[in-house]
């Protein structure tokens, strides 16, 4: 299939497509104008040369002769529009003066004036024919007069005035094809703004196109594909419904299942049973926590039903709580769990409870992947417009190949020994999209382990 090109060349295309016909047929009109023009006045002027030679005929004593003074002579034949031959013959053809050559032709009616082309010295001229009424004695005829001249002139004339018609005529088409240029362009910046609206948005904002300030034509666009859009965002909902409803109803018999065989460790004695059990808790821990994150993830994901609330939240409060919520567990494993925050205020405008989840993530991750004995920092930075939260951890790290993949959903660094679904840093990053921030992995200065910064832009 061919490529297509851009509308605007497609447009351009057919409008300059009938602008070169028309100017070709305007052309072609123009030259057959300008030459009947010359051809009317060049013949005007080669009658006069042969009424002046008519006049000079005259009879004396029966004779016919021409008194044509010798300037008169080199008058005609250095004419500015060529040389000019002529012949005059008596009644009876016989040669009276001029060019004896110059080719025979049939006489004219009587007293009637002739124009026709013809070939002399291998050329082709224009030859004009005169017969005037002369008295010789008793007897009465005509004498013709005849004067040829050069056809190259004429058509050299006509060539420049039809040059001179065709250097307007080009110049307006191609200011026409620049102002069509132009207009286009400026007929198209609805559709460029269309286009950069939706270069610009998140693949979280499913909302419907504006209509306004855009040509009739491009409506129906517009209407398909806000119908699109809406089909989208109902397909996605519907998805997260059986996600969140999925989770829920799992929620409560896990939560049974857990709270029995916590029981049952307590109850039943000190056998391979209470490691049947163990097992069966630990599982039974990790499904609830994989509910959990699904949750998490459906709230966070655009065709998520709960809106963005668009609350003030103050950052490093936030950061506090989620802290001093991990305690217990970083000291279970002996690690150092620290918060380093600005004194500023670091108030932005989001989603408190999303917000917290992220942290509980970055948290649960870095907690869960520091060896024992290690270091966990959360730390609140403030600038002029942006608000960074970091979490900083002293383990393994994450390798440079993996750092891209470790966002997608269900995804898992192979060899860490460490239990997990590989959803939290998923949840992390669409909570980050939602409230237009960016989320950077990489290494932690100076040695091992892994910086996570998700970067907040500041909210007036």
């Not at 000190?270 to 163990?278: H, I, N, V, Y």
Request: neutral net charge; hydrophobic residues 40%.
């Amino acid at each position: 299939m061919a490529k297509s090109g851009t509308l605007r060349r497609q447009l351009l295309a057919w409008l300059a497509g009938p602008l070169i016909v028309m100017w070709s047929i305007s052309t072609m009109v123009d030259y057959d104008i300008a030459k009947r023009f010359v051809n009317f006045a060049y013949d005007r002027a080669l009658l006069d040369a042969a009424l002046d030679i008519g006049r000079q005929v005259k009879v004396l004593n029966g004779r016919i002769y021409v008194d044509l003074p010798e300037v008169a002579v080199k008058m005609l034949q250095t004419r500015e529009s060529g040389k000019v031959f002529y012949l005059v013959t008596g009644p009876k053809n016989e040669y009276i003066t001029g060019e004896p050559d110059l080719p025979q032709t049939p006489h004219p009616e009587s007293g009637r004036t002739n124009y026709y082309d013809d070939e002399y010295l291998g050329r082709p001229v224009r030859v004009v024919t005169l017969q005037l009424p002369v008295e010789t004695g008793k007897d009465r005829g005509y004498v013709t007069v005849q004067v040829v001249e050069d056809r190259a002139p004429r058509a050299e004339f006509a060539g420049l005035i039809l040059l001179r018609m065709m250097l307007p005529q080009v110049a307006l088409v191609l200011l026409a094809g620049i102002l069509v240029w132009y207009a286009i362009g400026r007929g198209l910046v609805p559709l460029s703004v269309l286009r950069s609206e939706i270069e610009s948005r998140s693949h979280r904002d499913l909302s419907a196109l504006s209509e306004e300030q855009v040509p009739q034509e491009v409506r129906p666009l517009i209407r398909a594909m806000n119908g699109l859009l809406q089909r989208l965002s109902k397909t996605l909902a519907a998805q997260q419904r059986f996600i969140a409803d999925a989770a829920h109803q799992l929620r409560t018999p896990m939560a049974g299942i857990k709270t029995q065989t916590e029981l049952a460790l307590r109850q039943a004695p000190p056998d391979e049973s209470q490691a049947t059990l163990r097992q069966l808790n630990t599982a039974t821990e990790q499904t609830i926590r994989l509910i959990n994150q699904l949750l998490s993830l459906a709230r966070a994901e655009p065709a998520a039903e709960r809106a963005h609330t668009g609350e003030r939240v103050d950052l490093t409060e936030l950061a506090r709580d989620a802290a001093a919520d991990w305690v217990p567990r970083a000291l279970a494993r002996q690690i150092d769990l620290g918060l380093d925050s600005t004194q500023a205020p670091a108030t932005m405008e989001g989603d408190a409870f999303l917000l917290r989840e992220m942290l509980n993530n970055l948290l649960d991750n870095a907690i869960r992947y520091t060896q024992t004995g290690g270091q966990v920092t959360v730390r609140v930075a403030v600038d002029i417009q942006n608000i960074t939260l970091t979490v900083e951890d002293n383990g393994p790290g994450i390798p440079e190949s993996e750092r891209e993949r470790v966002f997608e959903r269900f995804y898992r660094v192979l060899g860490t020994g460490v239990e997990g679904c590989g959803l939290g840093l998923a949840i992390v990053h669409e909570i980050a999209q939602r409230h237009n921030a960016e989320v950077a992995l990489g290494p932690r200065a100076g040695g091992s382990g892994t910086v996570i910064k998700v970067t907040f832009p500041l909210t007036p």
